[in-house]
């Protein structure tokens, strides 16, 4: 998957918190992400989202018109 900063990631299992919807924060070796819910920030390498995202909310997208 192509993932972009700003993008939201909905994944297979929630996060502790409950929440399952993720904030791409920034994207290199390995991809920062921020739980939208509780605001927690993790690190995760890309091969390792690709297995746990479901679907990809592209933001820039929704914003044309
Ligand atoms: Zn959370």
Do not use: P
């Not at 399952?20 to 920030?41: A, F, M, P, T, Y």
Request: aromatic share 4%; proline share 0%; with cysteine.
């Amino acid at each position: 998957m192509k993932y972009t900063i700003g993008d939201h990631l909905i994944t297979k299992k929630a996060h502790v918190c409950g929440s399952n919807e993720w904030e791409v924060l920034r994207i290199g070796i390995d991809i920062k992400l921020k739980c939208v819910q509780c605001g927690r920030e993790i690190m995760m390498f890309k091969a390792d989202l690709d297995k746990k995202v479901k679907t990809v909310i592209e933001q820039r997208k929704s914003e044309q018109s």
